[in-house]
């Protein structure tokens, strides 16, 4: 049996996965730190205080032996491995002193991440621990498009270049574009549109990345719910003339900017329904008031503006015929208003198939964390 570890800054998801990719169970636990965290295993909801994630795996790790279920192999996703891990590799703790060179690339994602396995190593002290990279996905991005145009020898010294994220979720959306249109990989061409609290949109030609709007860290390219996304260089250079320090800036761009930063709402739901849009099976706490309304239509716009742009920068990517347009993650995929205000502008688009595919990062992790 495989387990498969997808650890976030305040949840920890874990699939139960057979030889043949088939899932046998699955469970998650959301709001680590907090004193109503949420454990939900497959025919179990309930409440419990959970402060770390290493008290979470452990309770993953009772759940399993509850169920009788013996691990062989445990797959990790990290978000970075900078320039040097970009394929899939056996872990312990010297590879992962390495890797953690890179959090500062990857601030809300690689420490958490890097801590969860360490945790497992020790828990699961038999088994193999085998981490994969959100980046693998995208080394098949040319040389012209993931170098920036900053001095060469300067981007070279110190590993400057874009490395694209997201790769499991729009691996898996070619994956299912794949058997849902009944094509062969190498025949796509797709754009894959990963949207949830971090958002990312790739470009595949012939079945094989040639275009990601995350860069050299996921903070780059689309407005998201906490992250600014792609803004101009001279902006932070701006603040820390006025005397805000790196760190400041750094947790202003990654933590209090995008839907939060216009708004101060954590969840775009409430956005939504702000913006008089239904919600349904959701209630929404927030007392709304005209300035907030004013305000959260404006984010809303924005963010929308903000895929719009660009979905239709890729569109001359294509000599061929784009076979469709894909849709995954928490947003893109269960938010069918957020889809509709997407496409309805991109008129260029009216011919093109339009899929929503359910995220299954963890399949798609262990798929692609055969060691070779």
């Not at 400057?160 to 009944?182: D, T, V």
């Not at 006025?242 to 216009?262: A, C, P, R, T, V």
Request: charged share 25%; glycine share 6%.
């Amino acid at each position: 049996m495989y387990l498969v570890i997808n650890s976030g800054s305040t949840s920890l998801k874990f699939k139960i996965f057979d030889k043949k990719y088939q899932e046998l169970d699955f469970g998650i636990i959301e709001k680590i730190g907090d004193k109503y965290s949420i454990v939900e295993f497959k025919n179990k909801k309930e409440i419990k205080n959970i402060s770390s994630h290493n008290e979470a795996l452990k309770i993953v790790n009772n759940y399993l032996d509850s169920k009788k279920i013996k691990i062989e192999s445990v797959v990790h996703r990290i978000v970075h491995g900078g320039d040097k891990f970009q394929k899939p590799i056996k872990l312990n703790f010297s590879i992962i002193k390495q890797i953690e060179k890179f959090s500062p690339l990857a601030p809300l994602h690689n420490p958490i991440n890097l801590k969860t396995v360490k945790s497992a190593i020790n828990l699961w002290k038999k088994c193999d621990h085998i981490g994969v990279f959100d980046t693998m996905f995208f080394k098949t991005l040319d040389e012209k498009t993931y170098l920036y145009p900053i001095n060469y020898e300067i981007a070279k010294k110190y590993k400057i270049r874009k490395f694209g994220f997201h790769g499991f979720s729009h691996y898996g959306m070619l994956k299912e574009a794949s058997e849902k249109l009944n094509k062969k990989i190498n025949d796509l061409n797709l754009i894959t549109c990963h949207l949830g609290g971090g958002a990312s949109i790739s470009a595949i030609k012939n079945g094989k990345a040639i275009e990601i709007s995350m860069g050299f860290s996921p903070n780059s390219g689309l407005m998201m719910m906490s992250r600014s996304g792609t803004i101009d260089s001279e902006i932070i250079f701006y603040l820390s003339g006025l005397g805000l320090k790196n760190q400041e800036i750094k947790d202003i761009l990654n933590f209090g900017s995008g839907l939060y930063g216009i708004t101060k709402i954590k969840d775009l739901r409430d956005v939504m329904i702000l913006c008089d849009y239904k919600i349904p099976g959701y209630k929404s706490k927030i007392k709304p008031n005209k300035n907030l309304k004013k305000q959260a239509q404006l984010a809303l716009n924005m963010f929308i503006y903000s895929i719009q742009r660009q979905i239709s920068s890729y569109i001359t990517l294509f000599d061929d015929k784009i076979d469709a347009i894909i849709f995954s993650g928490g947003i893109g995929e269960r938010n069918s208003d957020i889809r509709n205000l997407i496409l309805k502008d991109l008129k260029i688009l009216k011919n093109v198939k339009t899929l929503v595919v359910k995220s299954n990062e963890e399949k798609y992790m262990l798929m692609l964390s055969k060691i070779k």
